[in-house]
T-cell receptor, first 108, second 113 residues
Framework: KNEVEQSPQNLTAQEGEFITINCSYSVGISALHWLQQHPGGGIVSLFMLSSGKKKHGRLIATINIQEKHSSLHITASHPRDSAVYICAVRGGGNQFYFGTGTSLTVIP | DAGVIQSPRHEVTEMGQEVTLRCKPISGHDYLFWYRQTMMRGLELLIYFNNNVPIDDSGMPEDRFSAKMPNASFSTLKIQPSEPRDSAVYFC???????????FGPGTRLTVL
């Protein structure tokens, strides 16, 4: 059983579409991270959340602690958003858990 | 700041050899993380340090793996002896706080033949 589940696993969208990637977790957490990994392999940390919502440009991340769920939204998607998006949580006892990632392809 | 620096970027070695991966975290960051990424298992946390002290090494796969952080600006991950199943990309990341934003290095792609 995975402590962090992401959906969908793969997503293809047309440029300009609104995109949502979901993350559910089963452990108590102190923080949730959204990571972006580009085709070249580099990993970038997009957001760190412990409650509420954060926005950075066209990216929005929300978290519902009671429901143990987070979403990453991309507005007006662009081909350069094509990447793998990984949800990670820091649980109690200093444990970190990772989702398997959502592979996003945005077609021009 | 140059960001997190890892070396080498690529390493090819033969089974049984010792491999040492190096990481320089961002100055002022108190936390350093070592990750491994494979197609089969995705991203896995191997070990992390706080103020040069290992906090959680439960992700280290076996005794062949060891990590050290002799000072705030340098860490190593050593595999001895290496095996083909160790082939992966190894990332180092650092952060100011334990739950804070982590900054990743470019990774070291290890191939064990």
């Amino acid at each position: 059983k995975n402590e962090v589940e992401q959906s969908p696993q793969n997503l293809t969208a047309q440029e300009g579409e609104f995109i949502t990637i979901n993350c559910s977790y089963s452990v108590g957490i102190s923080a949730l991270h959204w990571l972006q990994q580009h085709p070249g392999g580099g990993i970038v940390s997009l957001f760190m959340l412990s409650s509420g919502k954060k926005k950075h440009g066209r990216l929005i991340a929300t978290i519902n602690i009671q429901e143990k769920h987070s979403s990453l939204h991309i507005t007006a998607s662009h081909p350069r958003d094509s990447a793998v998006y990984i949800c990670a949580v820091r649980g109690g006892g200093n444990q970190f858990y990772f989702g398997t990632g959502t592979s996003l392809t945005v077609i021009p | 700041d140059a960001g997190v620096i890892q070396s080498p970027r690529h390493e090819v070695t033969e089974m049984g050899q010792e491999v040492t991966l190096r990481c320089k975290p961002i100055s002022g960051h108190d936390y350093l993380f070592w990750y491994r990424q494979t197609m089969m298992r995705g991203l896995e946390l191997l070990i992390y340090f706080n103020n040069n002290v290992p906090i959680d090494d439960s992700g280290m796969p076996e005794d062949r793996f060891s990590a050290k952080m002799p000072n705030a600006s340098f860490s190593t991950l050593k595999i001895q002896p290496s095996e083909p199943r160790d082939s992966a990309v190894y990332f180092c990341a650092s952060s100011q706080t334990g739950g804070g934003t982590q900054y990743f290095g470019p990774g070291t792609r290890l191939t064990v033949l």
